[in-house]
Structure formats: structure tokens, C-alpha cells
T-cell receptor, first 116, second 115 residues
Framework: AQTVTQSQPEMSVQEAETVTLSCTYD???????LFWYKQPPSRQMILVIR??????QNATENRFSVNFQKAAKSFSLKISDSQLGDAAMYFC?????????????FGKGITLSVRP | DTGVSQNPRHKITKRGQNVTFRCDPI?????LYWYRQTLGQGPEFLTY????????KSRLLSDRFSAERPKGSFSTLEIQRTEQGDSAMYLC?????????????FGPGTRLLVL
């Protein structure tokens, strides 16, 4: 079974600074997808960024980028120029590539606070 | 595209009562997922539909839980004889499962409190 581990329950960053959120996972499969989802307080979960395991290039979406280390099974999220609106719970998630069921396996999440 | 909607947003019930939640996916999304999220945890998969067919159920889904997706549109999740341990946020997500790059879009969730 696949597992996703987020060992840091909370992190804090100064506005305009950079923060990195860690995630490790375990799988025996070679092809899969990894995601970072953001869940603001009392609001719905939205996709921040996605990484395909077969791609060596790290995904980037504006101020958000990932450091994907396939051999180490590590998938960290870097948020640059942090903004107050980035404060939320962030979840790392895994999905198999093959098969009809594309269910997501989530980590426990990390609460990010942004200091003005 | 109005997004995934869920109703009700909040539900308080007494132990032993039955509750039903509804999820309306993004139109034309053929895949629909239900997840459960307890406080301080990440969402956990409950069940999955492709069109109207329920293709997988998690071991978390006891026989008190039942889900349907008639006609492949909206879905309902019913919990019978609720227990305090059922208190959680129930999330619905939908996706267009035509490519391996499919993205799941989540609804706002239904927060259930069992007294």
C-alpha cells in the first residue's frame, strides 16, 4: 500500500520570504503522480501543483515549485514570496498512474501560517 | 463551470439517527469520489464511482454507509445508525477521467457532528 508522510505539523513564514514544506512517500510502483493541495480555513481544497513521476523536470506554477527526488521518494513544495493568502493547510497526495481508480492518498497535512 | 457543490454544509445529529449527504459534481465529470477527513488528518478515500457504477469501496466504509450515483450525475452518501466516531468532514471530488492527467476538484465538504 502507498503511504504519504508529512512529518512537520506546523510551519511559519514571514511575508515575502520563502518556505519549503516537506513530504515523503512510499510506493513500489514506478509510475505515479504527486500533488500538493491547499485547504484554506473553512474553504474547499484546491490543487496547487502536480508532478508526474516519469518527468525529471520539477513542476513550477508561478510562486510554487517542487523538488521531486524520485530515488529518495521525496516531494517538497517551495513557496516563494509568501503572501498572507498562502496561510492554509497543505496536503501532499499520491495517485497511481495505472488503473481506473484514481483515488488520492493524502498525508496528514501541514498548517502554514504567514506572519505580516 | 460552477464547481463541485455539497449539501448540507453542516449537519448535527443524534447518535443512532440516519443522515444523507448530497454531492453535485462538475457537469460532464464522469468520476466521483467520497473522502472522509477527521480533525488534524488528511482526507481518506471512502468510495469511487465511474458514471453510475460504484467501482471501489474502502474498508473504512462499514455496512452502515451506502453511496449511490443514479444516472451518473449527483451522488448521495447515507450513514445509518450514526455513531460518534462518524463525526468528520465528508468531502466529495469529481474528475474527468479521460486522461491520466486527470485532476480531482473538491467540494466544500459536509461537516457532520454526531452527539
Amino acid at each position: 500500500a502507498q503511504t504519504v508522510t508529512q512529518s512537520q505539523p506546523e510551519m511559519s513564514v514571514q511575508e515575502a520570504e520563502t518556505v519549503t514544506l516537506s513530504c515523503t512517500y512510499d510506493t513500489s510502483e514506478s509510475d505515479y503522480y504527486l500533488f500538493w493541495y491547499k485547504q484554506p480555513p473553512s474553504r474547499q481544497m484546491i490543487l496547487v501543483i502536480r508532478q508526474e513521476a516519469y518527468k525529471q523536470q520539477n513542476a513550477t506554477e508561478n510562486r510554487f515549485s517542487v523538488n521531486f527526488q524520485k530515488a529518495a521518494k521525496s516531494f517538497s513544495l517551495k513557496i516563494s514570496d509568501s503572501q498572507l493568502g498562502d496561510a492554509a493547510m497543505y496536503f501532499c497526495a499520491y495517485r497511481r498512474s495505472a488503473g481506473a481508480n484514481s483515488k488520492l492518498t493524502f498525508g496528514k497535512g501541514i498548517t502554514l501560517s504567514v506572519r505580516p | 463551470d460552477t464547481g463541485v457543490s455539497q449539501n448540507p454544509r453542516h449537519k448535527i445529529t443524534k447518535r443512532g439517527q440516519n443522515v444523507t449527504f448530497r454531492c453535485d459534481p462538475i457537469s460532464e465529470h464522469n468520476r466521483l469520489y467520497w473522502y472522509r477527513q477527521t480533525l488534524g488528518q488528511g482526507p481518506e478515500f471512502l468510495t469511487y464511482f465511474q458514471n453510475e457504477a460504484q467501482l471501489e469501496k474502502s474498508r473504512l466504509l462499514s455496512d452502515r454507509f451506502s453511496a449511490e450515483r443514479p444516472k451518473g450525475s449527483f451522488s448521495t452518501l447515507e450513514i445509518q445508525r450514526t455513531e460518534q466516531g462518524d463525526s468528520a468532514m465528508y468531502l466529495c471530488a469529481s474528475s474527468l477521467g479521460r486522461t491520466v492527467q486527470e485532476t480531482q476538484y473538491f467540494g466544500p465538504g459536509t461537516r457532520l457532528l454526531v452527539l
